[in-house]
């Protein structure tokens, strides 16, 4: 069986890393597989879990951007839509085809999504997921029963990627770990190193559970921390100007039976000028996203009522039923880090680029931001060879073209343990090994022990929270569901690394207080779980 053992004493060893990536979203995981595949010595520091913030709580759509096309952007959706194909090929088994259908109430909006949509389609190219077509008034009505058919004339059939945010980014670590590269979370960067001619030479870094600090070495840093890219910089210039305007996108999370369907609903045009889709994920139903400017920073932001609001609002405009706040299983918040305009001091999330910014300071540190998911790859060659010319390394070709993501699989296996491509096997030998492992952990939900064990052995899980949100994402699809289940994962977590019962009750207490702000309205039973200790 295969393991994915962090080093963590690596960084007791005090050795030179070519490359240093600060982040462990999906921006800095995928520039450290791209510079661990070239060859290089690459250490990638994250201060939480990897994907905790930005790169877990996204709408889970690997797409050229319909929007994005509406403004005229030709250049940035054209790019997605390749690297939408490439990340389909190269982790097919978290990459998958989903049909959107969009809602018309008028001749006028057929003509004009339907032609959108064909220049979508153009740009895609050998890329493509399907061509759009019209549908009549009955086949939306047959693909989308939930759906309020009220003034309906028919509706635009389009293809996009729909895919595990925080899976992928998982599985890109143990990639780059495949590729000789050492990726670490919980390790807080908390300053930066320079030689005497002022260049950045390493960081000084704190390992949250070693509870030790550390100054390691490198030829070159990368600063790829998202929303938090303006701290890192002011490391290196206290008086450095921000480069990003944090934006902040709601998503609730309801039951499947809202608009039973395998489709995803796409609504061009809010009430606000925005789309919000509505996607089937883990047998539940994501719906959002909002986009509001906000002025903090936080690895766990809070849903503000008026975004949950909205939302509900819309949904029900175009649902049968009534969505009301009870119906929500889960809500969560995700900050994206917008890159900010040079000179307008606009607060329009409209007006800020969706493309990506990368930067070189004078001390030679090198800085990404912006972008999205889809594009990480390409974000991350550019990164990479652009630290090439700042550090003077030895020239080496980009690997990531067409370089496998961990377990990825191309033969479609349908089932629970789908997502985890080839390493299912793995999972089959534990239960093999353990049969007690093959219970579930809740009864509404297919996810066994065995996952638990796996994610501490394999993906780098070291609490609770790692595991119910970001290895099996309860947290995310019903945050009561993740509380009833949170005390046998501690448990079983504790006796995998020999832990305490203090311990487990500790990792038992935060989870809890952390699902909480997940909930709308906690139920009775719920809310008694809650203050249980």
């Known amino acids: ?77 054209y790019q997605a839509l390749r690297e939408r194909g490439r990340l389909q090929v190269n982790a097919p088994h978290l990459v998958s085809r989903e049909e ?121 840093v990368v600063n790829a921390t998202g929303v938090f890219v303006d701290e890192i910089l002011q490391m290196n210039l206290p008086e450095a100007e921000k480069l990003v305007r944090p934006s902040q996108g709601v998503h609730v999370v309801l039951d499947r039976s809202f608009l039973q369907s395998e489709s995803a609903l796409m609504i061009p045009e809010t009430s606000d000028k925005r789309v919000l889709f509505a996607v089937p994920w883990h047998s539940r139903l ?54 900010a305009p040079d000179k307008n001091d606009t607060n329009s999330t409209k007006e800020i680029s969706r493309d990506h910014k990368l930067i070189v300071s004078e001390s030679g540190l090198v800085t990404i931001t912006g972008g999205k998911w889809t594009t990480y790859r390409k974000m991350s060659e550019e990164t990479v060879d652009q630290v090439i010319r700042t550090a003077n390394l030895e020239y080496r070709k980009c690997q990531t073209k067409d370089l496998k993501i961990h377990s990825s699989d191309p033969v479609s296996t349908p089932g629970p343990l789908a997502v985890y491509g080839t390493d299912r096997k793995y999972i089959a030998e534990l239960v093999k090994e353990n049969p007690e492992l093959n219970a579930k952990l809740h009864s509404g939900f297919p996810h066994i022990k065995a996952e638990v064990i796996w994610a501490v052995r394999n993906e780098m899980a070291y609490t609770v929270e790692d595991v119910l949100a ?43 207080l952390l699902a909480e702000q997940y909930i709308l309205e906690p139920s009775a039973e719920a809310e008694e779980i809650l203050t249980t200790k």
């Not at 939930?146 to 670590?173: E, H, M, P, Q, W």
């Not at 009522?305 to 809500?331: C, G, H, M, P, W």
């Not at 501690?490 to 500790?506: C, P, Y």
């Open 100 to 220: 959107f259908i969009i809602p018309c109430f008028s001749w006028f909006s057929v003509v004009k999504y339907l032609a959108g949509l064909k220049m979508y389609d153009w740009l895609s190219g050998k890329y493509s997921f399907g061509r759009s077509r019209f549908l009549t008034r009955k086949e939306v009505c047959s693909r989308m029963p939930g759906l309020d058919d009220t003034g309906l004339v028919g509706g635009i059939s389009y293809f996009d990627g729909k895919f595990d945010d925080a899976r992928l980014a998982i599985n890109i670590a143990q990639t780059c770990m495949e590729q000789g590269g050492h990726v670490l979370n919980y390790v807080k960067v908390n300053g930066l190193l320079k030689d005497a001619a002022g260049r950045v030479s390493g960081v000084e870094a704190f390992d949250e559970l070693a509870g030790k600090s550390f100054k390691i070495h490198s030829k070159a």
């Open 1 to 77: 069986m295969q393991y994915f053992k962090q080093e963590r004493n690596i960084l007791e060893s005090g050795d030179e890393w070519d490359l240093i990536v600060v982040g462990g979203g999906a921006t800095g995981l995928g520039t450290a597989l791209d510079s661990a595949s070239r060859g290089f010595k690459t250490l990638l520091l994250e201060q939480a879990d990897f994907a905790k913030g930005t790169s877990s709580r996204s709408t889970k759509l690997v797409h050229g951007g319909v929007r994005y096309l509406a403004q005229g952007d030709v250049s940035l959706v």
């Open 470 to 512: 970001r290895r099996l994402r309860i947290l995310f699809v019903d945050a009561r569901a993740a509380i009833e289940m949170s005390r046998e994962v501690a448990e079983l977590m504790a006796a995998e690394t020999g832990r305490t019962i203090g311990w487990i009750m500790e990792q038992v207490q935060e989870f809890k």
């Open 286 to 339: 994501l719906v959002g996203t909002t986009d509001t400017p906000i002025e903090s920073n936080s690895l766990e932001p809070q849903a503000l009522n008026e975004e949950v609001d909205f939302i509900l609002n819309t949904a029900t405009q175009y649902f049968r039923r009534e969505v009301n706040r009870k119906d929500v299983l889960s809500v969560f918040a995700g900050l994206r880090p917008l890159a």
